[in-house]
């Protein structure tokens, strides 16, 4: 089944394409594909929120990364996929120390995604030697806090991510608590934030230091510009543009603005 499942994927992939239209949330115009790119060239961070598992969105997303890279620009591609503590698994990846079934070994023992949707992102990333950084944060940290609160976590990690209590930010809560419904997990919107602080630190951390452009893969929650983006903000100013795809709309229950997005997509 595992292998029909794989074939599939990888027939479906080959069959899709990038997305015509999009729209600035900003400005509420129309682009296309080639003046959305114009658009977003300089900026230093680029995050695309994706649906995990949709064909359509990892193949924009390996475009983009593609087209930059092309262009000139350093490009650093940072994932959600992996938590921060198997960085290592990206390097010896990036630096061809690592065969590939091996490295689908530890994907799948890490992502639960199938390896065929990101293949193509991984692959292009080993043979360009593009820098690989993990920034999710471990499940097993993030599954005690939703189910009791922050109590053991250490105030010297809060204070190093500068992290903010869910309770502070009511736009955040209301689409966090809208969008799941996990009642067995009293304290999800904490958790939440915590993993989007942890996120936005490792970004910060990778930046320091670089003249990239790292462009950030995660799901649509943590991508919105009141989640990752802002955090990120905390620790180091930089210029950042965030990309979803119109159907974040079925996620948050609500139809994207510039409060969540600088662009969509149809």
């Known amino acids: 089944m595992k292998r029909l499942v794989a ?24 682009l296309d594909f080639q003046t959305l ?25 390996l475009e983009i990364i593609k087209y930059l890279h092309r262009g000139g620009r350093q490009v650093v591609v940072a994932l959600e996929a992996f938590p921060e503590s198997k960085q290592e698994v990206f390097n010896r990846w990036i630096g061809g120390k690592l065969a590939e079934r091996d490295f689908e070994r530890m994907y799948q ?9 990101y293949k193509g992102i991984l692959e292009y990333a080993r043979e360009e030697r593009l820098p690989l950084i993990a920034i999710n944060a471990e499940n097993a940290l993030i599954g005690n806090v939703t189910k009791y609160g922050l109590h053991n976590i250490s105030q010297e ?24 419904h996990a009642t067995e997990f009293p304290f999800l ?8 602080a942890i996120m936005a630190f490792n970004i910060a951390r990778a ?27 905390r620790h180091i100013s ?3 543009t965030v990309l979803m795809p119109g159907t974040v709309r079925l996620i948050i229950r609500r139809t994207p603005d510039k409060h969540i997005a600088d662009y969509i997509w149809d």
């Not at 027939?11 to 729209?23: E, K, L, M």
């Not at 919107?189 to 989007?196: F, S, T, V």
């Open 7 to 30: 074939v599939f994927v990888l027939w479906f992939v080959g069959c899709v394409s990038v997305p015509t239209h999009y729209i600035s949330l900003d400005r509420q115009t129309s």
């Open 238 to 240: 930089v210029s950042s």
């Open 37 to 61: 790119l114009t658009e977003i060239k300089d900026e230093r961070v680029i995050f695309i929120g994706e649906i995990h598992g949709t064909p359509s969105i990892h193949f924009l997303q």
């Open 157 to 180: 990690l809060l204070k190093k991510i500068k992290f903010t209590e869910c309770a502070t930010d009511a736009q955040y809560k209301e689409i966090i608590e809208s969008t799941y």
């Open 109 to 117: 023992e890490t992502w639960a995604v199938p390896y065929d949707y």
């Open 207 to 233: 930046l320091r230091g670089e003249n990239a452009v790292i462009v950030v893969l995660a799901g649509v929650t943590h991508a919105m510009k009141m989640a990752v983006p802002l955090m990120l903000q």
């Open 189 to 196: 919107c904490d958790g939440q934030r915590l993993r989007d």
